[in-house]
């Protein structure tokens, strides 16, 4: 690897560290605005999507440029490849924040809401240790920590099952909250593509350290 393209690549990965940090602001506040009924934090995630979507745009110009000037082989290429996807995955996980945050504001102008915090409880926290460790995985090219990953996304999608058998059935029982319980159940499910996500770009570490690709592998 020449010392330029070694130069660039470092920077590349700070900018992705830097736009994964601003994701993961994004998922909490949105998450806090769902815990703590709080609308000045939908207020802030708003924000924070729009600086994702610039910073998406610059980061993709930049593996652009790279590839141009450098024309990189091997595990640079690789690596640079999946900088593009896991660049857009996070500008998605930016856009999933800000539903759930919209579910969240709607959530605080009804009269009656559920407590389903029983059954959701964990899932925030895993979903951002998930979101996380697939940046630190990526950055360090950690396959083995991309591995743990994969393995955590079976828990999320666990709950999210959970979740909807408990919602089906409190709807049934009580038409006046089905609204709301609807309302957090879709929280629910943005958690869990939030970590589908994540999966997503464990398994694009892996790709790049090992050159196969897992992603549908039973």
Avoid: W
């Amino acid at each position: 690897m020449s010392l330029h393209l070694h130069r660039d690549l470092d920077k590349l990965k700070k900018e992705m560290l830097r736009l994964g940090n601003m994701v993961e602001l994004a998922i909490n506040n949105a998450f806090l605005a769902l815990n703590n009924r709080d609308s000045s934090y939908v207020e802030e995630v708003l924000t924070n999507e729009e600086q994702i979507n610039e910073m998406e745009v610059q980061i993709e110009e930049e593996c652009l440029k790279i590839l141009a000037l450098h024309q990189p082989v091997a595990v640079d290429l690789r690596f640079l490849v999946v900088v593009l996807k896991v660049n857009n995955d996070l500008e998605r996980m930016g856009d999933i924040a800000k539903n759930i945050a919209e579910r969240a504001k709607d959530l605080m102008e009804s009269e009656v809401i559920p407590d389903l915090s029983q059954p959701m409880q964990g899932l925030p926290d895993l979903v951002r240790t998930m979101v996380r460790s697939s940046l630190d995985s990526l950055v360090k090219l950690d396959d083995q920590l991309a591995r743990k990953i994969i393995e955590m996304d079976d828990q999320v999608d666990q709950i999210n099952r959970d979740m909807y058998a408990i919602v089906k059935s409190l709807v049934a029982e009580q038409p006046a909250v089905a609204g709301s319980a609807i309302n957090l159940l879709s929280c629910s499910r943005n958690m869990e593509r939030i970590g589908d996500l994540a999966t997503n770009i464990a398994e694009d570490v892996i790709f790049v350290v090992d050159g196969k690709v897992v992603r549908h592998a039973e």
